[in-house]
């Protein structure tokens, strides 16, 4: 079993930052595929980065190029999601997802991983 575990949501001001943790079972995490994805009541759920750790690739949705930072620590198998400049529209709980069937080139989609953490969320006032 793969753990993923969250955590760093919390509520901020507009043009205020937050930084997501995922730390993940170590055989998850090395040369794997990490993806934060976040979801709204009512929507599906968005891809918002991804890395991997064997390359540092990484890729990142429009909505939050420039804004959003996504990085990895080996020493503790965890992946950050920097998050700065934050608005009410990225107001949403952030899941953590690993190991991806496939080759890690894009955002991907969720059926395309397998482990998921419990997401945190994140509120944004305006």
């Known amino acids: 079993q793969v753990e993923v575990v969250e955590s760093g949501g919390g509520s901020v001001q507009a043009g205020g930052s937050l930084r997501l943790s995922c730390t993940v079972s170590?055989?998850?995490?090395?040369?794997?595929?990490l993806n934060w994805f976040r979801q709204t009541p009512g929507k599906e759920l968005e891809g918002v980065a991804v890395?991997?750790?064997?390359?540092?690739?990484?890729a990142y949705a429009d909505s939050v190029k420039g804004r959003f930072t996504i990085s990895q620590d080996n020493a503790k198998n965890t992946v950050y999601l920097q998050m700065n400049n934050l608005q009410p529209e990225d107001t949403a709980i952030y899941y953590c997802?690993?190991?991806?069937?496939?080759?890690?080139?894009?955002?991907?989609?969720?059926?395309?991983?397998?482990?998921w953490g419990q997401g945190t969320q994140v509120t944004v006032s305006s």
């Open positions: 170590e055989r998850a995490y090395k040369n794997g595929c």
């Open positions: 890395i991997y750790t064997g390359t540092g690739y990484r």
């Open positions: 997802a690993a190991h991806r069937i496939g080759a890690c080139l894009d955002l991907g989609s969720p059926d395309d991983f397998t482990y």
